[in-house]
Structure formats: structure tokens, C-alpha cells
């Protein structure tokens, strides 16, 4: 079981949009649609803001958005807001029957 | 509103057991249809899976400490509890419990606020 690749770091000014890849394997990503991303502002517990590759739950701005090619899912934040600068987790079912983390994507706004 | 709550020590010995509570507010654990699970966050670093249980007792675990986590549930209590034998200064980490957005094909909706738990003589 290996975690899921992101970028360490992905850096945006107010207003702009920006990505986060979040790289499997076809056991995971590949082959479920059961991918999610999570805020985590600094001492928080995370927080969900895409299930299933695109989902927005109530509450969640819709500057977030979630797609999947492949192995590969992105989170994309537009109009960047100073709020978003947190960091950034996706986790996705694998067919082991377990769940597996991405490292993380610190967001800085600039 | 659903609230989860974790509890237990702050400060375990190595070789030691790790136990860990997570009392669920404002619902059932055996009223719904969801899975409840534990994640862990070792300082500066990122989420790792633990496992996950339904309150029928159906678990599923991270196969890294498969050997080492039992994690159990207590409907009378709605609660349910994390165990890790023999711990060591890698399990050092914030705990967090959390819910299940419905089976365990489903990600986690609900997050408890974490527990750190560290590991030193």
C-alpha cells in the first residue's frame, strides 16, 4: 500500500486559480471513484471538501472543484482567497480494502 | 449535530499499549449505515489509515499495522476504540476518529479534533 503522489507545494496569487495532482495507481485511483480531498488549516482537523472525484458537500465553496483522468485526480481552487491557505490532502479506496493518503499539498497564497 | 470526540492518554511508554476512545454525539453508531475509523497524523508530516470498523464489529486495517491495531465498538457506549501493541517513537502522531461518509468505499465526512499521543519514556 503506498500513499499517493502530490506536489509538496503549489503557490497562487488572489484571484487565480490553481491545481493539485494527486497521482495512483490503477488499484486505487484507477479503479474507483471514491477519491477525496481535505482542508487542514494548521492545528485543525481536516475537512472535507470533494467526495467521489467531484462532489461538493453543503457548505463548500464552489471555487472547488474535483476531477479524475486515469490514475490521476486534481483538485482546482479558483479566485484563490487568503482562506485557502491550508493544506491539502486526497485519499482514495484501494481494492485491498484499505484507504490510502496522499502526502499532502501545502497551498500558499501569495 | 454529529460530534466526535477523542480520548485517552497523552503519553505512552514504548512497548506499552496505546488506547484510545472516540465518544460519538448527536447519532447512533448502530443506527446508521456508516463505517467509523481512525487517522493518525505524526508531527509535520501527512494522514495515514489506520482502520475501520461498522458496529456489527466489521473491521478493515492498514496491512503496516494489521498486526499490531485491534480496533473494537461498544454500541452501549456508542463508542468505539483504538488499540496499537507495542508502540514505538514513530507512533507518536495526532489520532483522530472519524465517520465514514456511508460503507467503507466511502471517504470520511465527519472528523473528531484529534488527540496527540506521544510516544517517550
Known amino acids: 500500500q503506498s500513499a499517493l503522489t502530490q506536489p509538496a507545494s503549489v503557490s497562487g496569487s488572489p484571484g487565480q486559480s490553481i491545481t493539485i495532482s494527486c497521482t495512483g495507481t490503477s488499484s486505487d485511483i484507477g479503479y474507483y471513484n471514491y477519491v477525496y480531498w481535505y482542508q487542514q488549516h494548521p492545528g485543525k482537523a481536516p475537512t472535507l471538501m470533494i467526495f467521489?472525484?467531484?462532489n461538493r458537500p453543503p457548505g463548500v465553496s464552489n471555487r472547488f472543484s474535483g476531477s479524475k483522468s486515469g490514475n490521476t485526480a486534481s483538485l482546482t481552487i479558483s479566485g484563490l482567497q487568503a482562506d485557502d491557505e491550508a493544506d491539502y490532502y486526497c485519499s482514495s479506496y484501494a481494492t485491498s480494502r484499505t484507504w490510502v493518503f496522499g502526502g499532502g499539498t501545502k497551498v500558499t497564497v501569495l | 449535530q454529529l460530534q466526535l470526540q477523542e480520548s485517552g492518554p497523552g503519553l505512552v511508554k514504548p512497548s506499552e499499549t496505546l488506547s484510545l476512545t472516540c465518544t460519538v454525539a448527536g447519532d447512533s453508531i448502530s443506527s446508521t449505515n456508516h463505517y467509523w475509523g481512525w487517522i493518525r497524523q505524526p508531527p509535520g508530516k501527512g494522514l495515514e489509515w489506520i482502520g475501520s470498523i461498522y458496529y456489527s464489529g466489521n473491521t478493515y486495517y492498514n496491512p503496516s499495522l494489521k498486526s499490531r491495531v485491534t480496533i473494537s465498538v461498544d454500541t452501549s457506549k456508542n463508542q468505539f476504540s483504538l488499540q496499537l501493541r507495542s508502540v514505538i517513537a514513530a507512533d507518536t502522531a495526532v489520532y483522530y476518529c472519524?465517520?465514514?461518509?456511508?460503507?467503507?468505499?466511502?471517504?470520511?465526512?465527519?472528523w473528531g479534533q484529534g488527540t496527540m499521543v506521544t510516544v517517550s519514556s
Open positions: 472519524a465517520r465514514h461518509k456511508g460503507q467503507i468505499l466511502t471517504g470520511y465526512s465527519i
Open positions: 467521489e472525484v467531484s
